[in-house]
């Protein structure tokens, strides 16, 4: 089973930031958090990942909590192509048998 | 292009029936995921393998077996096919446990 809790779906408007968050109460200290998307009739992408500090690449941001048991991912300026399923996934080096189990996942929904 | 390559990307066969999917992992990666997603589900874990070898299994059914090559190339057997076996494959690769993951397009089957 998914070790994470995100909301079933969020809308956000075209060029605003969005705020997606997971919850990941029961996370270990050598999980990773990792971040991907799945657009439509496509494979899921991967969007970020970082440990403990915050992390930034060209597609999104990645802000984890101190005490690392939530986690935020943010895109600063949405766009339709945005528009996706997010995952939120803890991945380890010593948990194979729950290593990349998906859960639902955030519909991300964006208006024009 | 995430660098995994799925083959075929289309497959139509009948129920009864035995097929081969194969998967091609990025340059370097040693670890290859297998997913099923049927239409509007989640991704479901199949299998994975590292360097050869069976790490973890998640819902795989026993009609279905998977293996790694040396060549680090991954091919999912699925046998005795059912109408409910309609899906889309999806096969990821990464270098160990903990790092980013790559998707490949998947592979559409039809069992009619």
């Known amino acids: 089973d998914a070790k994470t809790t995100q909301p079933n779906s969020m809308e956000s408007n075209e060029e605003e930031p969005v705020h997606l968050p997971c919850n990941h109460s029961?996370?270990?200290?050598?999980?990773?958090i990792h971040w991907y998307r799945q657009l439509p009739s496509q494979g899921p992408e991967y969007v970020i990942h970082?440990?403990?500090s915050n992390v930034n690449n060209r597609m999104a941001s990645l802000a984890i909590a101190e005490d690392r048991k939530s986690s935020t991912l943010i895109l600063h300026r949405a766009t339709l192509r945005d528009a996706a399923v997010y995952y939120c996934i803890l991945r380890s080096g010593f948990n194979y048998g729950q290593n990349f189990v998906f859960g639902p996942g955030t519909r991300l929904s964006v208006l024009p | 292009d995430s660098g995994v390559t799925q083959t075929p990307k289309h497959l139509i066969t009948a129920t009864g029936q035995r097929v081969t999917l194969r998967c091609s992992p990025r340059?370097?990666?040693?670890?290859v995921y297998w997913y099923q997603q049927s239409l509007d589900q989640g991704l479901q874990f199949l299998i994975q393998y590292y360097n050869g070898e069976e790490r973890a299994k998640g819902n795989i059914l026993e009609r279905f077996s998977a293996q790694q090559f040396p060549d680090l190339h991954s091919e999912l057997n699925l046998s005795s096919l059912e109408l409910g076996d309609s899906a889309l494959y999806f096969c990821a690769s990464s270098f160990n446990q903990n790092t980013e993951a790559f998707f490949g397009q998947g592979t559409r089957l039809t069992v009619v």
């Open positions: 340059s370097g990666d040693l670890s």
């Open positions: 029961t996370i270990s200290g050598t999980d990773y």
């Open positions: 970082g440990l403990t």
